[in-house]
C-alpha cells in the first residue's frame, strides 16, 4: 500500500485543486487545513478511507506527537498567507508576511523530521522581483520587492537548508499567477476584468494595457504538483504558462468571448510596463509539466460559470 502524502493548504484554490487530483490518481492524502471547507467535505464523501483531513493552524507551532508516528511518500508545502491589499503600513506587510509564509515553513519542518524523504514546497515567481522584462528561467537573479516574495525566497532557504540536513529530495515550485475556478485572493482577472464586464460592460485600463503576464489556469499547476510527486523532481522549477501575454489582448479576449458586448477604455501614463514569462524548460524535462488548457479556454469556462 503506498504511503499517504501530506498536503499543507489543503483547503486553500490551489491545495483543493491538488488534492482532488491526488486522489482521482489514487494516491492517499492527509490534508492540513485551518478549518474545515465544503470542498474537503464533498471530497471526504467522495474518497472515504483515501483522504484524511487533520484541522491544524500552521501560523503557531504543532503539537510534536500530531504528525509524528505516521509516515508520508511526499510532504507538500502550500499553506501560505497570500496578498491582496496593501496594509496601512510597510510594518503591517512584513509582520503578516513573516507570520504567514516563514513561520508556518519552519513550524511544519519541526513536525514532519523523520517522517517523509520527500519535501515539495510552493514557492512563487515573485521571488524574481521586477527588475527585469523578458524571460525569465530558475538561474536569473532573484531581488523580490515586496514581504511576499521576500519571505517565500527565505522560507526556500530554510527548506534548502533542512532538505541537507535530513537527507530529503526537495523541490521547489515557483508558481506564476493563478487563474481559475474558486479563486478567493484577487487575481486582476477575476476581481477585477470579469466583475467589469458583467455589471458595466467596460474594462477600464491603466497605462495602455502594455503590461504582460503569465497566467496559469489552477489545474494545470496542480498536475505540476502531482507529477513532480510521482517522478521525486528535485531542484528549482517555474511552473507557469511560459507565456507573457498583454493585459490589452487579455481585455480584447474577454470582449470578443462575451460577443463584442464590452468597451474597453485605455488610460496611458507612458510609464515603462512590465513584461515577464517564466521558461518552463526545467519542469518539462524534469517531470513532463505541460500546460493544457489555454487562457482563451480559461477564460471561456470562467465566462460561462
Request: with cysteine; charged share 20%; glycine share 8%.
Amino acid at each position: 500500500m503506498k504511503l499517504p502524502v501530506l498536503v499543507t493548504g489543503a483547503g486553500g484554490f490551489l491545495g483543493c485543486h491538488l488534492v482532488r487530483q491526488l486522489l482521482e490518481r489514487d494516491h492517499s492524502v492527509v490534508a492540513i487545513h485551518r478549518s474545515p471547507s465544503s470542498q474537503m467535505e464533498s471530497l471526504l464523501l467522495t474518497y472515504p478511507g483515501a483522504l484524511r483531513v487533520v484541522s491544524v493552524n500552521l501560523r503557531q507551532e504543532i503539537d510534536k506527537g500530531l504528525l509524528s508516528g505516521e509516515e508520508y511518500s511526499a510532504v507538500v508545502h502550500l499553506a501560505s498567507f497570500v496578498p491582496s491589499f496593501r496594509k496601512a503600513h510597510p510594518a503591517d506587510d512584513l509582520s503578516i508576511a513573516l507570520d504567514g509564509v516563514l513561520a508556518p515553513t519552519m513550524h511544519l519542518l519541526e513536525a514532519i523530521r523523520g517522517t517523509t524523504g520527500s519535501l515539495l514546497f510552493a514557492s512563487t515567481v515573485t521571488v524574481y522581483g521586477d527588475r527585469a522584462s523578458g524571460v525569465i528561467d530558475e538561474q536569473s537573479p532573484c531581488w523580490p520587492v515586496n514581504p511576499y516574495g521576500v519571505f517565500k525566497l527565505a522560507a526556500e532557504g530554510v527548506c534548502r537548508w533542512y532538505a541537507a540536513a535530513e537527507a530529503m529530495d526537495l523541490a521547489m515550485l515557483r508558481v506564476t499567477q493563478l487563474y481559475g475556478f474558486g479563486e478567493p485572493h484577487g487575481c486582476f482577472l477575476q476581481r477585477v476584468f470579469l466583475p467589469q464586464a458583467s455589471e458595466n460592460g467596460r474594462i477600464a485600463l491603466v497605462r495602455g494595457g502594455r503590461e504582460e503576464k503569465d497566467l496559469l489556469w489552477v489545474e494545470d499547476a496542480a498536475d505540476a504538483f502531482v507529477k513532480a510527486i510521482e517522478h521525486r523532481a528535485t531542484g528549482v522549477f517555474n511552473i507557469s504558462s511560459g507565456k507573457a501575454i498583454s493585459i490589452r489582448a487579455i481585455a480584447e479576449m474577454l470582449r470578443e468571448l462575451r460577443g463584442g458586448s464590452v468597451d474597453i477604455e485605455i488610460v496611458d501614463d507612458d510609464q515603462p510596463a512590465l513584461s515577464q514569462a517564466f521558461d518552463t524548460r526545467c519542469a518539462r524535462e524534469a517531470f513532463g509539466f505541460r500546460p493544457t488548457v489555454s487562457l482563451r479556454e480559461g477564460l471561456r469556462r470562467l465566462c460561462e460559470q
